[in-house]
């Protein structure tokens, strides 16, 4: 769902799913929260003085209120609101200010579910898995100076100021499977926004425009989240943007400007007992915001101690951070959080050299044979530093329903010969694997072909590093001729994300290989129709055996995002779309 720092030279596009055609083609790479060329370690400069600590960091283990968090901010926000929050920086800060009708939960497996949030449960679902009907919890206030309570139509009202054309919101994408969101456009049609209706105070109704089960999961995204839309209008656009309103557990006292951002506890507050899994409201009373842009000096105001946390280990120093003296004597937690995004070599199945015809079952062994040759567990060791963690599967774990071992070809070197002997043409020569340039990624590509190497000596690779822009408008052209680098993030908790990607649809605009299986397509259009969760995840996952058969990718692995926090801050959780709950931590 929302961008997040992944291991070095992760390329994640983070376009859409949710339309029965393209996102708008421009969405690609015009934002910088779109295309993340993430590394473990970003960061920035600047600093502040904690507050001091109640205890040692090993004692105190019942949370109080009071004290400052400091966490830094990896860049200037983009925007701190639902309408443009989409990059990690803002989303971070969005996190701790807005809700919508549904919130992420994480269970200790890290498989991040959508529950509800200020919908009073889960909604009324028609047998079409087209209307759905919520009801909104009474109570829910926005802070001040605001005070009034959330309503149905405070919903209607954001998604729809959301969706419209002015306002240009980087994720509209989100929204597109409403009535009244123009297939054309992808904002709001001259009719408005008539999916979107308030039945009464508390009833929200909202219509598709196609089957779509899982809907409700998409509600954690920013872009859905509510704001007062009648006081960010009195006040002007842009006094909302620097100093907005939500209903969270915390609200923004001050922005300045490439320096920092400061959020201290909503006053009113509407979840103070923290019921259900809604956020509660909050320990500490302030959260200090230095925004940096350089990842020397977060890392080294980290170490200071001036900052409770850090994204920004320079490269090649995640082993000897875990090894450190601050971690072995219990000042420091670092560790890798497991995140939604994954990696994989798309296959350009449009072209004769892997692809080709019948879906490309010609090539069929040279696919199959470099899924059984690809030595994933070196390049999560030597190249994201055991960061990552191999995965041949197209869904990752931290996804609700992934299951694992549906890759006919897993990695075992010993049968990718045996397999390549099976191919009846001539073999091709200097496979081209393109990869984005700067990005650290053709470490993973080096790796990779030296497994290959040993285990299919006949065939041999070509590496080409393109420049960022230029790659991703030749792989949405349909123009690589081989094999190329992709990854992807969950915008959202479901494996419709993913399985999208190998439909007609998304070989066009999502994995840019041009793969198609009308088999595929039924079964991703069966569970988007399907009302039972467990019915539904078995229907994704067939599609994703059927895919996975056909090889029209070779997935490498399943990232994680190192972080490393200071132990005098306790109740601290990363979920796996890299959001920190803030209002859970505490100072010991």
Not at 403 to 429: C, H, I, M, R, V
Not at 566 to 576: C, E, L
Request: charged share 15%.
């Amino acid at each position: 769902m929302l961008p997040h720092r992944t291991d070095p030279g992760t390329a994640a596009l983070r376009r859409g799913v949710l339309s029965e055609r393209s996102r708008k083609p421009c969405g690609l790479v015009a934002v910088a929260a779109v295309l993340i060329a993430a590394a473990l370690a970003l960061g920035g400069c600047g600093g502040h003085s904690p507050s001091s600590g109640r205890s040692s960091p090993a004692a105190a283990t019942t949370p109080v209120p009071g004290g400052t968090y400091n966490f830094p901010l990896a860049a200037e926000p983009i925007s701190i609101v639902p309408l443009g929050a989409q990059e990690s920086a803002g989303a971070q800060v969005e996190h701790q200010c807005f809700q919508g009708l549904y919130v992420l939960k994480q269970d200790a497996d890290g498989v991040t579910s959508a529950v509800p949030d200020l919908a009073a449960g889960p909604p009324e679902v028609n047998s079409s898995a087209t209307v759905f009907t919520f009801s909104i919890k009474h109570g829910v206030r926005f802070a001040p100076p605001v005070g009034r309570e959330v309503t149905a139509q405070d919903f209607v009202d954001s998604w729809t100021y959301n969706a419209t054309a002015l306002n240009q919101a980087p994720a509209v994408y989100v929204l597109a499977p409403i009535q009244g969101i123009d297939p054309a456009t992808g904002y709001v049609g001259k009719g408005g926004l008539t999916g979107v209706k308030a039945l009464g105070r508390y009833t929200l109704q909202v219509t598709l425009k196609y089957p779509f089960a899982d809907f409700p999961s998409t509600l954690v995204h920013p872009i859905t989240h509510v704001f007062p839309v009648d006081y960010a209008e009195q006040i002007g656009s842009k006094a909302f943007f620097d100093k907005p309103v939500g209903s969270g557990p915390y609200m923004v006292q001050q922005w300045t400007h490439n320096q920092s951002i400061t959020l201290v506890k909503n006053p009113d507050y509407w979840n103070r007992s923290h019921s259900s899994d809604s956020a509660g409201p909050g320990w500490v009373d302030v959260v200090n915001m230095p925004i940096y842009n350089d990842i020397a000096s977060e890392w080294l105001d980290f170490k200071k101690g001036s900052l409770d946390y850090s994204d920004g280990v320079p490269a090649g120093n995640v082993r000897a951070t875990e090894h450190s003296a601050s971690v072995r004597n219990g000042t420091w937690t670092a560790r890798a959080y497991p995140s939604t995004a994954v990696c994989f070599l798309s296959v350009a199945m449009n072209q004769p050299l892997l692809g080709g015809p019948g879906k490309g079952a010609a090539n069929l062994p040279i696919r199959a044979a470099l899924n059984y040759g690809a030595d994933r567990e070196a390049a999560c060791s030597i190249a994201t530093e055991g960061v990552s963690t191999p995965s041949d599967e197209i869904v990752p774990p931290t996804i609700p329903g992934y299951k694992a071992g549906l890759n006919p070809y897993p990695y075992d070197p010993t049968k990718a010969q045996s397999e390549l002997d099976k191919f009846t043409g001539a073999l091709p020569k200097s496979i081209p694997y393109w990869y984005t340039s700067g990005t650290g990624q053709d470490q993973v590509a080096q790796v990779l072909i030296a497994g290959w190497s040993k285990a299919t000596p006949q065939l041999s690779f070509a590496l080409s590093g393109l420049e960022t822009n230029a790659y991703w408008t030749l792989c949405r052209q349909g123009k690589a001729p081989a094999l190329f680098r992709m990854s992807w993030v969950a915008d959202y908790p479901s494996m419709d994300e993913f399985i999208y990607l190998f439909t007609t649809a998304g070989g066009k605009d999502g994995s840019f290989g041009r793969y198609s299986d009308p088999q595929v397509d039924r079964l991703f259009r069966q569970a988007r129709g399907t009302l039972d969760p467990a019915t539904r995840s078995d229907l994704y996952n067939q599609a994703q055996s059927l895919i996975l058969e056909d090889a029209p990718c070779v997935p490498v692995y399943a990232s994680r995002d190192f972080r490393v926090t200071n132990n005098r801050i306790g109740g601290f959780s990363y979920n796996a779309f890299g959001l920190v709950d803030m209002w859970n931590v505490w100072v010991k």
